[in-house]
T-cell receptor, first 113, second 113 residues
Framework: EAQVTQNPRYLITVTGKKLTVTCSQN?????MSWYRQDPGLGLRQIYY???????DKGDVPEGYKVSRKEKRNFPLILESPSPNQTSLYFC????????????FGPGTRLLVL | QQQVKQSPQSLIVQKGGISIINCAYE??????FPWYQQFPGKGPALLIA?????SEKKEGRFTISFNKSAKQFSLHIMDSQPGDSATYFC????????????FGTGTRLKVLA
């Protein structure tokens, strides 16, 4: 089954404790992206990747890091989480570029205390 | 320049009625305009999309109307059903240049039985 998976689905952590949210797709997609969803603000792009070792900032990259060492994986790293990073996070992928359908994962709900 | 403005924020429609959600963009380089549907606890999923070379696209009860000169596009849901109750996001992106994916702030639709 073609899908985007994220882990964990739910996470409660404390300020300053480094964490990683994993994202994996099995569709051989080149473009991958991370979004955060907050009430009233919609979906905001954090980082995206055009292919292996090619990443760039979205609209809200502060406090986040990403890496793309393999085509299928695109982890999101919060090196020192803060309460304002409490949010619902989605990973997504598309076949080649941003001008195509994005396939979303199920989401990761993060609470930073 | 990169914003996509979506309205209304919420919408209540009677069963069988027409739901209309509007979006406006500023960057004329955008060349892909999708609408995503999101149910509670799920990731967004593509509903319908349009490119600027056509003014309208219809898929079943869902229609996108696109006005290139006004830089606006809208989603029409005909014969709205309770199962259509969800949050709808418009988005805009481009195949080249910046590879960002810009979403609107979302519209929460409730269809009354």
């Amino acid at each position: 089954e073609a899908q985007v998976t994220q882990n964990p689905r739910y996470l409660i952590t404390v300020t300053g404790k480094k964490l990683t949210v994993t994202c994996s797709q099995n569709m051989n997609h080149e473009y991958m992206s991370w979004y955060r969803q907050d009430p009233g603000l919609g979906l905001r792009q954090i980082y995206y990747s055009m292919n292996v070792e090619v990443t760039d900032k979205g609209d809200v990259p502060e406090g986040y890091k990403v890496s793309r060492k393999e085509k299928r994986n695109f982890p999101l790293i919060l090196e020192s989480p803060s309460p304002n990073q409490t949010s619902l996070y989605f990973c997504a992928s598309s076949r080649r570029t941003s001008g195509e359908t994005q396939y979303f994962g199920p989401g990761t709900r993060l609470l930073v205390l | 320049q990169q914003q996509v403005k979506q309205s209304p924020q919420s919408l209540i429609v009677q069963k069988g009625g027409i739901s209309i959600i509007n979006c406006a963009y500023e960057n004329t380089a955008f060349d892909y305009f999708p609408w995503y549907q999101q149910f509670p606890g799920k990731g967004p999923a593509l509903l319908i999309a349009i490119r600027p070379d056509v003014s309208e696209k219809k898929e079943g009860r869902f229609t996108i109307s696109f006005n290139k000169s006004a830089k606006q596009f809208s989603l029409h849901i005909m014969d709205s059903q309770p199962g259509d109750s969800a949050t709808y996001f418009c988005a805009a992106s481009m195949k080249s240049g910046t590879y960002k994916y810009i979403f609107g702030t979302g519209t929460r639709l409730k269809v009354l039985a």
